[in-house]
Antibody, heavy 122, light 105 residues
Framework: QVTLKESGPVLVKPTETLTLTCTVS??????????VSWIRQPPGKALEWLAH???????SYSTSLKSRLTISKDTSKSQVVLTMTNMDPVDTATYYC??????????????WGQGTLVTVSS | SYVLTQPPSVSVAPGQTARITCGGN??????VHWYQQKPGQAPVLVVY???DRPSGIPERFSGSNSGNTATLTISRVEAGDEADYYC????????FGGGTKLTVL
């Protein structure tokens, strides 16, 4: 059974750095053509992809947020970590981690975590 | 950057067929995936690679993709299908549509 669970602070202050951890089970972060993505959703708004990392350590970032994001993984701990610097109230959102699979010229998301709501406020 | 356009809302009576579109430049050349998100829940994959269904997804959910439009079709709509639906492609990054709220009248 594949599960993903996000953990991290529920409240951060403006200008602070957010660190989120995704702990996975039911699959290995070393599985070929599989990886983990971070996606966020502001209240009442659409999904927004942030970053992903594959088993071979290939990483990709949203163009608009690339300068603020860092993704990494610890395969032995089955964890993927996302850091986002210089947080702003507009970054208030539910943050999801999800398992991704690479196909022929595509990437799809087949399992999602429950999400964690992060509020940015002083 | 690549843009996916979805209608904000679609309404359908129970038992009827709902069609949710996803527009993009030459989207027919890409693989399109669809997600269902009910209030307070994480999204769930309902159609992948244009028209395939994950195990456990009813046959009532189907998809097509050609030209500049991909379509998610839900046949014999039930009250439990009321949700937000998102299309997604890969284009130098994961791209989501703006989402469509399906209302079952």
């Amino acid at each position: 059974q594949v599960t993903l669970k996000e953990s991290g602070p529920v409240l951060v202050k403006p200008t602070e750095t957010l660190t989120l951890t995704c702990t996975v089970s039911g699959f290995s972060l070393s599985n070929a053509r599989m990886g983990v993505s971070w996606i966020r959703q502001p209240p009442g708004k659409a999904l927004e992809w942030l970053a992903h990392i594959f088993s071979n350590d290939e990483k990709s970032y949203s163009t608009s947020l690339k300068s603020r994001l860092t993704i990494s993984k610890d395969t032995s701990k089955s964890q993927v970590v996302l850091t986002m610097t210089n947080m702003d109230p507009v970054d208030t959102a539910t943050y999801y981690c999800a398992r991704i699979r690479a196909g022929m010229a595509t990437i799809l998301i087949d399992y999602w975590g429950q999400g964690t709501l992060v509020t940015v406020s002083s | 950057s690549y843009v996916l356009t979805q209608p904000p809302s679609v309404s359908v009576a129970p038992g009827q067929t709902a069609r949710i579109t996803c527009g993009g430049n030459n989207i027919g050349s890409k693989s399109v995936h669809w997600y269902q998100q009910k209030p307070g829940q994480a999204p769930v994959l309902v159609v992948y690679d244009d028209s395939d269904r994950p195990s456990g997804i009813p046959e009532r959910f189907s998809g097509s993709n050609s030209g500049n439009t991909a379509t998610l079709t839900i046949s014999r709509v039930e009250a439990g299908d009321e949700a937000d639906y998102y299309c997604q492609v890969w284009d130098s990054g994961v791209v989501f549509g703006g989402g469509t709220k399906l209302t079952v009248l």
